[in-house]
C-alpha cells in the first residue's frame, strides 16, 4: 500500500480563505457575514422607525433647517459671524471654538505634562515632591469642578471693567477678559511676512546642512549667528524699507466694556486652563512611566560618553521613551477634545453649546443634530488618533533604521 | 444635561414614542396611575420645589388640576424637571404627557415640532434685570453691555433682534441653566441679566440683595407662556386644553375653593352645565361629569392660582395686568363650557 502524499490546497484559495475567514475556515466567514447583516439591519430598523415616527408625528426632519438664519449671536467667533447669518456658519463658529480650545489646551497641556514629569522624576527633593503633590491633587478632583473653580472663584474675583487691572495702559484684566492691543495690519505687512517666512525656510535647511556635514565629514558647523541674522535681521530690514508692518489699536474704555483692541474671554481662559492643567497630571504620570521604561543603563552609558543630564534625557532617554507614551498620550489628546464640551456649563460657545444646545432648542431637530455633533466628534478623533499614529510609525521607523 | 439630551433622541430614534402618541394618552395616563408632567428646574411662583419636596407653582397647577381631572387626586403628578433645550425632546420622545414649563408660544414651535400649544396661562415679555448701581434707567442705554442669557429659549433671538433694530453692540454669554445664568449676572460677568419679566422677578429673589437690582421698563417682545401636548392625539390635546379653559371660566362665574361645594348645587344654568348636573359636558371630554369641581377643589380658580403662586398672595407679587380677566380690563379669556 503506497501512501499518496496529501496535496496541498491551490495557493489562491487558501490566501482567501485566511484573508476571509481567518483559521476558522469558511464557517468563520459566514459568521461574518451573518454579524454585518444583522448590524446592518439593526441600523436599517433604527432609521427607518425614526423616519416613520417623525413623519407620522409631523415632526420636521431632514437637513434644510441648515440653510435658516440662525439669529442669535455668540460671544466668541473666530470666523466673522452675525444673528443673520445661517445655522452652517453657527455650526462653524462652534466648531471652529471647539477646535481652538482644544488644540491650545493640547499644547499646554503637553508642555506642563512633560515638566512635571521630570520635574518628578528630578533628584531635586523638593521639585519632585511638588510635582508630585500637583499630580495627586488635580487628577483626583472633578474637572467639571475645576472648570468651575477656575471660572467662578478665580477669573469672576476679577475687578470689573471700570476697575480693571491695567499694565502699561495698554493690557486690562477684569472680569470681562483680558483685554490687549489689536494689531492691524499695515502697508509693510505683507514684505515683513515674506522675510519671516524666507529667515525661517533659510534657518531650516542651514541646520540641515550642517547636520549633514557633520555626519558626513564631521565638521561642526556653528550655524546660530546666521540663524539670529535670518529671523531678527531680516524682517527688521525689511520693515525699515518698507514701514512698520502693523500698528496697534488701544483698547479703551467706553461706556460698559472697552472698545477696540482684542479680547480673551474669561469663558476660554477658565476652560483652557482647567482642561490643560488637568489632562497634564494624567500626561506627566504617563511621561514618568515613559522614562522609567527605559533600562537605567541608557542614561548610565549617556553620562559615562560625558554628556549632561539633559542631553542624555533629550538625546537618548526621551525618544525611546516615546515609543511607550504615544498611545497612551493620543487617549490623554482625545480626551480633551471631548471633555471641552462640559464648556457649556460656563457659557463657552463651543460646538455642543452653540449647535447641540441653542440651535438644537430652537429647530427641534434633536436626531439630525445630535447626529452631527457625534460624527464631527468622532472625526476629530479619528484625525487626531491618524496624526498620532502618524507619528509613531516616523518613530518607529527611524529607531529601527 | 447633554447626557439627558441623547437618552431622549436616542428614545426618539429607537421609536418608543408610537405607542404613547397615537391617540392613547389618557388610557396610558390612566393605567399608569401618574400623570407624568414635564417642569422647570426650579423657577419660583412657575414650578419650584419648596422646602419639603412639594412642587408648586402656576405652571405645576395646570398639572395638578389635570391630575384632579382625571384622578379626582392632584398628587398623582410626576414632576420631571427639565432644562430649557431638553423639553421638547422630552415630550416628542413620550418620556412626558404634558410639557407645563413657561413656555413661549410661537409658530415655529408650534409647527416643527410635533407637538400643539394647548392655550395660554402667562401673558409674558422679555424684559432686562440690572444692577442699581449701574444707573440705567431704560434699555436703550445698554449698548456695549455684556449680556446673560439662558441658552435654548427665544430670549436668545429676541435679544439680538433687538439689539439691531437699536443699531446697539452687545456680548451675548449663554449658559444652559437659569441657576448659572443667574450665578454669572451676580458675579458680575454681565451687565445685564434678560429673560421673561415674571421670570427676572422670581430669579431677582434668588439674589444675595434683590434690593439693589432693578427690572428695566422696556418689555422688548410678547411671551405667551403655555403647555404642550405631543401631534396626533386630539383627545388629550381637548383635555388639556379644557382643564385650563376652566380653571379661567370658573373665575369668571365666581366659583372658588371654598365655595365651589355650594356652588355646585347652585340652579344657574351656566354652573349647573360646568358642574355636570345638567348635561354630560365632563363626559364627551373623556372625563367625569364632576371634572370642574375637582379642578376648583383642587387648586381653585386661574385667579386663586395665579395669586396664590406669581401674584399678590406670594412672594413675587406681581400685578395682574395682562392676566387679568377679560371683563375686568386683562385678556385672559376662555371659551364657554356649554
Not at chain 1, 482567501?16 to 441600523?43: C, D, H, M, P
Not at chain 1, 471652529?96 to 505634562?113: D, E, P
Not at chain 1, 444646545?357 to 434633536?366: F, K
Not at chain 2, 372658588?256 to 349647573?272: F, H, Y
Amino acid at each position: 500500500m503506497t501512501i499518496e502524499p496529501r496535496k496541498p490546497p491551490p495557493q489562491f484559495a487558501a490566501r482567501l480563505r485566511r484573508a476571509l475567514g481567518g483559521r476558522a475556515g469558511w464557517g468563520g466567514f459566514a459568521l461574518q457575514i451573518l454579524f454585518v447583516a444583522v448590524l446592518a439591519w439593526i441600523g436599517y430598523e433604527i432609521v427607518a422607525n425614526a423616519r416613520a415616527n417623525l413623519q407620522s408625528q409631523r415632526i420636521t426632519a431632514g437637513f434644510g433647517f441648515l440653510n435658516n438664519t440662525a439669529g442669535f449671536d455668540v460671544s466668541q467667533n473666530l470666523i466673522p459671524y452675525s444673528g443673520s447669518d445661517t445655522y452652517t456658519r453657527v455650526f462653524l463658529v462652534g466648531l471652529l471654538n471647539t477646535l481652538l480650545v482644544s488644540i491650545i489646551g493640547i499644547f499646554f497641556a503637553t508642555v506642563i505634562g512633560f515638566l512635571v514629569a521630570l520635574g518628578r522624576l528630578s533628584p531635586n527633593w523638593l521639585l519632585s515632591r511638588i510635582s508630585g503633590g500637583y499630580v495627586e491633587l488635580i487628577r483626583n478632583l472633578p474637572l467639571l469642578f475645576q472648570i468651575l473653580f477656575w471660572y467662578l472663584a478665580v477669573l469672576s474675583a476679577l475687578p470689573n471693567p471700570r476697575q480693571s487691572i491695567s499694565l502699561f495702559g495698554s493690557f486690562f484684566l477684569s472680569n470681562r477678559g483680558f483685554v490687549v492691543p489689536r494689531p492691524v495690519g499695515q502697508a509693510g505687512f505683507e514684505p515683513f511676512a515674506a522675510a519671516v517666512l524666507i529667515g525661517i525656510v533659510a534657518s531650516l535647511l542651514l541646520q540641515r546642512y550642517a547636520r549633514r556635514q557633520l555626519f558626513d565629514s564631521g565638521r561642526l558647523i556653528t550655524i546660530w549667528p546666521y540663524v539670529v541674522g535670518l529671523l531678527i535681521g531680516l524682517p527688521l530690514v525689511t520693515s525699515l524699507v518698507f514701514g512698520a508692518p502693523v500698528t496697534f489699536e488701544m483698547p479703551e474704555l467706553k461706556g460698559f466694556n472697552f472698545s477696540g483692541g482684542s479680547r480673551l474671554i474669561p469663558e476660554f481662559v477658565a476652560l483652557t486652563v482647567a482642561l490643560s492643567t488637568y489632562t497634564a497630571a494624567f500626561i506627566a504620570e504617563i511621561v514618568r512611566a515613559g522614562i522609567l521604561s527605559v533600562h537605567k543603563g541608557q542614561m548610565e552609558a549617556g553620562a559615562s560618553l560625558g554628556l549632561s543630564r539633559g542631553s542624555t534625557l533629550r538625546l537618548v532617554v526621551v525618544p525611546q521613551a516615546l515609543r511607550v507614551i504615544l498611545p497612551p498620550l493620543t487617549n490623554q489628546y482625545l480626551n480633551l477634545t471631548k471633555n471641552s464640551s462640559l464648556a457649556v456649563a460656563i457659557g463657552y460657545p463651543d460646538l455642543v453649546s452653540v449647535f447641540a444646545g441653542t440651535t438644537l432648542s430652537q429647530t427641534g431637530q434633536a436626531i439630525e443634530i445630535i447626529g452631527i455633533t457625534m460624527g464631527v466628534y468622532l472625526l476629530i478623533s479619528l484625525v487626531t488618533s491618524a496624526l498620532m499614529s502618524f507619528y509613531g510609525w516616523r518613530i518607529g521607523r527611524s529607531m529601527n533604521a | 444635561m447633554k447626557r439627558a439630551s441623547l437618552v431622549f433622541t436616542f428614545a426618539l430614534a429607537a421609536g418608543f414614542s408610537t405607542q404613547a402618541a397615537t391617540a392613547q394618552t389618557l388610557k396610558t395616563v390612566k393605567d399608569r396611575g401618574m400623570l407624568s408632567c414635564g417642569v422647570s428646574q426650579g423657577l419660583p411662583g412657575f414650578s419650584a420645589p419648596d422646602d419639603k419636596g412639594n412642587w408648586t407653582g402656576l405652571d405645576v397647577d395646570v398639572c395638578r388640576a389635570l391630575a384632579a381631572a382625571i384622578f379626582n387626586d392632584a398628587t398623582k403628578v410626576k414632576f420631571v424637571p427639565l432644562s430649557a433645550k431638553d423639553r421638547f425632546t422630552a415630550l416628542q420622545s413620550g418620556e412626558i404627557d404634558v410639557l407645563s414649563r413657561n413656555t413661549t408660544w410661537t409658530l415655529s414651535r408650534d409647527t416643527s415640532l410635533g407637538a400643539n400649544f394647548t392655550g395660554v396661562t402667562y401673558y409674558d415679555g422679555q424684559g432686562f434685570l440690572v444692577k442699581k448701581s449701574l444707573k440705567v434707567n431704560s434699555a436703550l442705554e445698554l449698548n456695549s453691555a455684556s449680556v446673560c442669557v439662558q441658552t435654548g429659549t427665544t430670549t436668545e433671538q429676541n435679544l439680538a433682534d433687538y439689539f439691531k433694530g437699536n443699531n446697539m453692540k452687545y456680548e451675548v454669554i449663554a449658559f444652559a441653566s437659569a441657576d448659572e445664568t443667574v450665578k454669572a449676572y451676580e458675579s458680575g460677568r454681565c451687565d445685564v441679566f434678560t429673560s421673561d419679566v415674571s421670570q427676572l422677578y422670581a430669579e431677582r429673589l434668588k439674589l444675595a440683595n434683590p434690593a439693589d437690582h432693578a427690572v428695566l421698563p422696556e418689555v422688548i417682545s410678547k411671551e405667551p407662556l403655555g403647555p404642550m401636548v405631543r401631534h396626533g392625539d386630539d383627545q388629550w390635546f381637548d383635555i388639556v386644553k379644557w382643564v385650563l379653559f376652566a380653571m379661567v371660566d370658573t373665575e369668571e362665574l365666581g366659583v372658588t375653593q371654598k365655595n365651589v361645594d355650594d356652588m355646585a348645587k347652585s340652579d344657574k344654568p351656566e354652573l349647573k352645565r360646568a358642574f355636570g348636573t345638567d348635561g354630560n359636558l365632563g363626559e364627551q371630554l373623556g372625563l367625569t361629569k364632576d371634572w370642574v369641581s375637582r379642578i376648583v377643589k383642587a387648586v381653585g380658580n386661574y385667579g386663586e392660582s395665579f395669586d396664590r403662586n406669581v401674584g399678590a398672595g406670594s412672594k413675587l407679587g406681581i400685578a395682574r395686568g395682562l392676566n387679568q380677566l377679560w371683563n375686568k380690563g386683562g385678556i385672559q379669556y376662555a371659551p364657554p363650557i356649554r
